[in-house]
């Protein structure tokens, strides 16, 4: 405002000096004043742009602690979904390990079927005997689950030969039943 008013008296002074009449310096006081009422809207404009810049910055600072906030959960996610995966592979690992466990478990119980179901069933070899009337064989003590078909095939005779042997009219088997296995021919 001082230096409005200290324009218009420069104004003045400058009309007064050079002759100008008083018309002339009030058409160029409404001049001034309207130069001054643009100004006047021309900063008006200006703050209110800067308001809207301010608002925009504090609206663009909180979007930005909102991302920053979602960043700082993904992060958290990631270092879960990192502990999960580490846990998987331990898993894993412990699965492969059991793997082997029962692999080997099995395999042994394969070995001890193969061993039990054996024509000297894991025991030492029956001594070879010789039946009257007919060649050398070995005596085979009948097992659970056991029948002609697998013992026969045990000793590497057929099932004729074992029931021509035993006088056998069927195929039925009874537990503990001693079989005169003949020797391969």
């Known amino acids: 405002m001082r230096f409005q008013l200290s324009l218009l008296l420069g104004i003045a002074s400058l009309f007064f000096l050079t002759g100008f009449d008083e018309d002339d310096l009030q058409r160029e006081q409404v001049s001034q004043r309207e130069d001054i009422r643009q100004m006047k809207e021309k900063i008006s404009q200006v703050e209110n742009d800067m308001r809207a810049a301010q608002a925009q910055t504090e609206a663009l600072k909180t979007e930005l602690k909102a991302v920053k906030a979602d960043l700082a959960g993904l992060q958290e996610m990631r270092k879960e979904i990192d502990r999960l995966d580490g846990l998987i592979k331990k898993l894993d690992a412990a699965r492969e390990q059991d793997k082997k466990i029962i692999v080997d478990e099995v395999g042994k119980a394969i070995a001890q079927l193969k061993k ?66 003949p020797a391969k021919k």
Do not use: C, R
Not at 116 to 124: A, C, H, L, N
Not at 129 to 143: A, I, L, T
Not at 163 to 169: C, D, F, P, R
């Open 116 to 181: 039990d179901s054996s024509p000297s069933g894991g025991k030492p070899k029956t001594p070879k005997v010789q039946k009257p009337g007919v060649e050398e064989g070995v005596e085979h003590v009948v097992q659970k689950g056991e029948y002609l078909a697998v013992i026969a095939e045990a000793y590497g005779v057929t099932v004729p030969a074992i029931k021509e042997a035993n006088q056998l009219k069927s195929n039925e088997l009874k537990v503990g039943q001693k079989l005169f296995i």
